[in-house]
């Protein structure tokens, strides 16, 4: 079966950085899109970015544009999401997501989702 397997979260000074990374398996990973999602407490989960198959395009929510990058390494079937001068409005459980089709930031076009990791960032 398809699993989607986060690590890498943590607490964090603001201004310090992250690197969240997803490992798939199950799937022909090289034929999703994969997407970044984050759920604050009391808040609905929203996308934080995502990054087609051949990674040809990548995009990333305005809050942090400029701050995050997603890449991904087809080779090790796994998705990064790199994380500098982290705010405390970042602070969230992150979810990896495997989709297709158009409208990726669209929760509904990833039927595959990982288990989340927090990542907490103090002020």
């Known amino acids: 079966q398809v699993q989607l397997v986060e690590s890498g979260g943590g607490l964090v000074q603001a201004g310090g950085s992250l690197r969240l990374s997803c490992a798939a398996s199950?799937?022909?990973?090289?034929?999703?899109?994969m997407g970044w999602f984050r759920q604050a407490p009391g808040k609905e989960r929203d996308v934080v970015g995502f990054i087609t198959w051949s990674s040809g395009s990548t995009y990333y929510a305005d809050s942090v544009k400029g701050r995050f990058t997603i890449s991904r390494d087809n080779t090790k079937n796994t998705v990064y999401l790199q994380m500098n001068n982290l705010k405390p409005e970042d602070t969230a459980v992150y979810y990896c997501a495997a989709g297709r089709g158009l409208q990726l930031t669209n929760q509904s076009r990833y039927p595959y989702w990982g288990q989340g990791t927090q990542v907490t960032v103090s002020s």
């Open positions: 199950g799937l022909t990973f090289s034929s999703y899109a």
